[in-house]
């Protein structure tokens, strides 16, 4: 049974670089899913922020496309986000999870995730 | 990037059904089959409920469908119980240079 853990500071101050990681067991991150970050602001919805697949191919939501990087370190079994020069708007419940996708035309379509972390809160604050 | 349109609230009595609804677009719910639902109880992490519109992961009751008409998927849940009561998200692919959007969300308070 697939588990995901996340992992990281749960402060960091305004304009620096929130890291996190995670953590994949019972599962191999290296077989046929993408991996993905969805967060979601205190009382407010999901927001998928971007998912990476065991070669490095990587999309990202276009809203934080210039301030987001996903990694991938297969021989740990983790991946990692960076969101760079945060703000208290980047405060946030952060979840990583196991993405199904299809390829349709040689495009892929990211479709659910069926397995989730717990999730990390992380505040933006001086 | 905007959500996936939810009504913000459904309420039902126990044993009652009810459904949410989730619209979209053509670029999105209206244009293809990857539509899922979640189910998000407070302080827990989502847990998938439906995929590909209709489908139910093994452990997911019965009393939980998804269906699609047009750019609308609906979640229906019957034989409401107690333990229904959570938010619930739709998500779709999108057909944009934003692959993967959510719904905006809908409580669910069973009276």
């Known amino acids: 049974q697939v588990q995901l853990q996340e992992s990281g500071p749960g402060l960091v101050k305004p304009s620096e670089t929130l890291s996190l990681t995670c953590s994949v067991s019972?599962?191999?991150?290296?077989?046929?899913?993408?991996w993905g970050w969805i967060r979601q602001p205190p009382g407010k919805g999901l927001e998928w922020i971007g998912s990476i697949f065991r070669t490095g191919e990587t999309y990202y939501n276009p809203s934080l496309r210039r301030r987001v990087s996903i990694s991938v370190d297969t021989s740990k079994n983790q991946f990692s986000l960076r969101l760079n020069s945060v703000t208290a708007a980047d405060t946030a419940m952060y979840y990583c999870?196991?993405?199904?996708?299809?390829?349709?035309?040689?495009?892929?379509?990211?479709?659910?995730?069926?397995?989730w972390g717990k999730g990390t809160m992380v505040t933006v604050s001086s | 990037q905007s959500a996936l349109t939810q009504p913000a609230s459904v309420s039902g009595s126990p044993g009652q059904s009810i459904t949410i609804s989730c619209t979209g677009t053509?670029?999105?719910?209206?244009?293809?089959?990857?539509v899922s639902w979640y189910q998000q109880h407070p302080g827990k992490a989502p847990r998938l409920l439906i995929f590909?519109?209709?489908n139910r992961p093994p452990w997911i009751s019965n009393r939980f469908s998804g269906s699609k008409f047009g750019n609308t998927a609906s979640l229906t849940i019957s034989g409401l119980q107690a333990e229904d009561e959570a938010d619930y998200y739709c998500s779709s692919y999108r057909s944009s240079n934003t692959p993967f959007v959510f719904g905006s969300g809908t409580r669910v308070t069973v009276l």
């Open positions: 053509k670029g999105d719910v209206g244009g293809y089959n990857y």
């Open positions: 019972g599962y191999f991150i290296s077989d046929n899913y993408y």
């Open positions: 999870a196991r993405e199904s996708f299809d390829i349709v035309a040689a495009q892929t379509l990211i479709n659910y995730m069926d397995a």
């Open positions: 590909d519109v209709t």
